[in-house]
Each structure stands twice: as structure tokens, then as C-alpha cells.
């Protein structure tokens, strides 16, 4: 009988281990259940939230290829400015070359120019004086002349005159 009740002993100790051990499992159930939902809803919301953050990263993607088209546009310009610039700048600089080339021959021939009306000027003068010296010349010949013929007329009125008293006498009157 020992061996009855122990086993019987023995027996409702499984027993009660096993009903312990069902209660635990169906409590790790419920809760592998509960679990399960929660991960479920976890995955859920990670799934929407995951699809929500995709669609804001590709808007934004978006949105930066349109920045970035509009950054390449306006770059693309600012070096064809840039390239115009420096296009004017270079003809600038040609003409400018130009000008001052042109302002040394206008110089060395303003000097020139200078150095022959300076020559000019002294041939002009000297001219004048020649002019000055003929003129006095013609001034002291007019002169003589005119005293030349003062002393012709002077001359011709004295033989006129003898010319009367000869022939006055000749002719007796």
C-alpha cells in the first residue's frame, strides 16, 4: 500500500505538475498570440509608416532632381555669361591694344606734324621777310620812278620851254 499512495501520491503530484504545466502552456499561448498580434501591428505600422517614409524620400527625391535641373540650368547660364564676359573682355582688351597702338602713330605723327609746322612757320618767315625786303625794293624803285619821272616831266617842260624860245626866236615873233 506504500507503494499505492506513493504512486497515488505521485500521480496527483503529475497531475497537478501537468494541469500547471497545460495552464503555463495555454498562458505562453495567449501570450505567443498576443505577441503575434502585436507584431503583427508593429509590422503594420512599420509597413505604412515604411511606405509613408518611401513616398516622402521620393518626393523629396523629387524635389532635389528639380533643384538640382534648375542649380545645372542656372550653372549652364552662368558659364555661358561667363564665357561671354570673358569674350568681351578679350575684344576689350584687342581694342584697347588698338587704341593705344593707334594713340603712339597718332602721337609720332601729331610730332611730325608739329616738326613740319614748325618748319612751316620758319619758311613762312622767312618768306616774309623776303617778302619785306622785295617790297621795300619796290617801294625805293616806285619811288625812283616816280622821282624819275618828276625829273622827265621837269626835263620835257624845260625843252618845251627852250623848244618856245627857239622857235619863238626862229620864227620872230
Do not use: P, W
Not at 148 to 155: G, M
Amino acid at each position: 500500500m506504500v507503494d499505492a499512495s506513493r504512486l497515488a501520491d505521485e500521480l496527483r503530484a503529475e497531475q497537478d505538475h501537468c494541469a500547471n504545466q497545460q495552464k503555463a502552456k495555454r498562458a505562453l499561448d495567449a501570450q505567443v498570440k498576443e505577441l503575434e498580434a502585436r507584431l503583427a501591428e508593429v509590422v503594420e505600422t512599420a509597413t505604412k509608416g515604411g511606405k509613408n517614409a518611401i513616398a516622402k524620400l521620393e518626393g523629396r527625391i523629387k524635389e532635389l532632381e528639380m533643384e538640382l535641373g534648375n542649380c545645372q540650368m542656372r550653372t549652364a547660364e552662368t558659364q555661358k555669361a561667363y564665357q561671354k564676359s570673358e569674350r568681351k573682355i578679350k575684344e576689350l582688351q584687342f581694342q584697347n591694344d588698338e587704341d593705344q597702338k593707334n594713340q603712339e602713330k597718332m602721337g609720332e605723327l601729331a610730332t611730325k606734324l608739329q616738326e613740319k609746322i614748325r618748319t612751316y612757320k620758319k619758311q613762312i618767315e622767312e618768306a616774309e621777310e623776303i617778302a619785306a625786303l622785295n617790297l621795300a625794293k619796290f617801294r625805293k624803285a616806285q619811288q625812283e620812278l616816280e622821282e624819275a619821272e618828276e625829273r622827265s616831266r621837269l626835263a620835257e617842260d624845260q625843252i618845251e620851254g627852250m623848244r618856245r624860245v627857239r622857235g619863238n626866236s626862229v620864227y620872230g615873233f
